[in-house]
Nanobody, 115 residues
Framework: QVQLVESGGGVVQPGGSLRLSCAAS????????MGWYRQAPGKQREVVAM???????NYTDSVKGRFTISRDNAKNTVYLQMNSLKPEDTAVYYC?????????WGQGTQVTVSS
């Protein structure tokens, strides 16, 4: 079991950057997969980026080259660096951890990209 707390969301202009953080309540070094999802109004939650225990990463096509996921096992934290933000990136961003085939979620952090 793990509790996840996201932070770092906010309002940013198109082309700007934000870094999201996901702090876990326990060591994440043994967690196989962690990731970031997002849900825009009226849309289903979608995966944005995933990172494995061995730092293999995957991204949804719409964020490739703009977003970077990373993990700091010493701080029990996963990050999502978001650059060149677009209005279509506006959503609530959720941190996810998969432990023994069970999904754990944070409460979400709002990201709004608007001029």
């Amino acid at each position: 079991q793990v509790q996840l707390v996201e932070s770092g969301g906010g309002v940013v202009q198109p082309g700007g950057s934000l870094r999201l953080s996901c702090a876990a309540s326990r060591s994440i070094s043994s967690i196989l997969n962690m990731g970031w999802y997002r849900q825009a109004p009226g849309k289903q939650r979608e995966v944005v980026a995933m990172i494995t225990r061995t730092d293999i990463t995957n991204y949804t096509d719409s964020v490739k080259g703009r977003f970077t996921i990373s993990r700091d096992n010493a701080k029990n934290t996963v990050y999502l660096q978001m650059n060149s933000l677009k209005p279509e990136d506006t959503a609530v961003y959720y941190c996810n951890a998969q432990i023994f085939f069970i999904d754990y979620w944070g409460q979400g952090t709002q990201v709004t990209v608007s001029s």
